[in-house]
């Protein structure tokens, strides 16, 4: 019962739990759910309103999105999903979520429905609307530091002004002593640097903020390392991020290229090798996906290393989808990197015999710039 407490029980454990008893708000709610992540918008709107009518006190729960894993409702959360499904039914509309924000100004779930406002408010016809929110928004919680760096970081995209985007970021800094949070220390670094504080943003976001037991997920993990890694500094540290994000989730393709991408740029191309080189490729060539063998290869081929596994790999992967265009135009490239222009010509003029329409004249483009 606890999975379908946590809407995450199967389809049919939640159908049957449902069927069992209609006025399970657990397995209304986890229904809901499932409808949203099959795309079938009418029958979840169905269930998350059943939720809402089940408990229209809004006492049975708590559940936590993955998002910002707050714990609220479930007929919160109902409410919270409508507002977000109303909003992308009508092209990102960001009427819906304000309006859950003003009907509900005490929910935990605040905060996250402004996380997805701020998603919207990033398109150009909207700044100026999510500019205005976010500064009500910070005015009215002057203490919340989510709010606040939810409205700092719309201050570094709009590039300005740097002076009160550092005074901003002091503030965070002080709100946050005590509990430094990876992803508004970022922030607060960034913004640091567009006010051209090069030691104020080390401080805040700092080898140091990895001294203690690290509260970060691996994601925030790989934006400490490619904060600095772009910055071509604090590289022992940025490694330790990358490798610290590798270690929680050791399974996962995107964590390793990251962690090699920091060990190079740190110059411990012997490391990259060990997490990501041959061997690497020789142990996942059993059932690997063609996307993944080819990233491999055009990872080595960006760094203009490892050339030769870079082509056995570019082979596999054209050998596992014949069909996937770009698999013929990174065997293309590494050819041709390596001076072998006869045969990178042949690969390219492959892909553009399978390319789909859309990608036709690109491959094209590329094979005429060969001859």
């Known amino acids: 019962m606890e999975r379908i407490l946590k809407g995450e029980g199967t389809f049919k454990s939640l159908e049957n739990a449902y069927a069992a008893n209609p006025k399970d708000v657990a397995a209304a709610f986890g229904l809901a759910r499932k409808w949203n992540e099959r795309s079938f918008a009418a029958k979840a709107v169905e269930k998350y309103k059943e939720v809402i009518a089940l408990d229209p006190e809004g006492k049975a729960g708590p559940y936590a999105d993955e998002r910002m894993p707050v714990r609220a409702p479930y007929a919160e959360y109902a409410k919270l999903y409508l507002a977000r499904m109303e909003s992308a039914a009508n092209r990102s509309d960001p009427k819906p979520l304000r309006a859950f924000v003003a009907g509900n100004p005490g929910s935990v779930l605040v905060k996250l429905a402004c996380v997805w406002l701020a998603d919207i408010y990033d398109a150009d016809a909207f700044r100026a609307e999510g500019d205005a929110f976010f500064e009500d928004m910070a005015a009215r919680t002057p203490d919340d530091p989510d709010i606040l760096s939810l409205r700092l970081s719309r201050i570094i995209r709009s590039k300005g002004p740097a002076e009160k985007a550092a005074a901003l970021a002091e503030r965070l800094r002080n709100l946050t002593a005590s509990r430094p949070d990876f992803g508004i220390r970022r922030v607060v670094a960034l913004a640091y640097d567009l006010a051209g504080d090069r030691i104020k943003a080390a401080e805040a976001y700092g080898a140091s903020i990895l001294s203690g037991p690290i509260a970060a997920s691996p994601e925030q993990l790989v934006d400490y ?147």
């Open 225 to 371: 390392s490619e904060y600095w890694i772009g910055k071509n500094e604090n590289l022992q540290s940025a490694v330790a991020a990358a490798e610290a994000a590798l270690t929680r989730r050791p399974d996962e393709f995107y964590f390793l290229l990251k962690a090699a991408a920091a060990n190079l740029t740190a110059g411990n191309a012997a490391r990259a090798l060990e997490l990501f080189g041959p061997t690497w490729l020789e142990k996942n060539t059993a059932a690997p996906t063609a996307y993944d063998v080819r990233s491999y290869a055009a990872f080595w081929l960006q760094q203009g290393k490892n050339l030769e596994s870079a082509l056995a790999a570019a082979r596999r992967a054209v050998a596992i989808d014949p069909t996937y265009y770009a698999c013929w135009l990174t065997l293309s490239d590494v050819l041709a990197k390596l001076g072998r222009k006869a045969e990178a010509i042949a690969a390219a003029e492959k892909a553009v015999e399978v390319a789909p329409a859309s990608a036709k004249a690109a491959a094209q483009k590329k094979l005429d710039a060969l001859k």
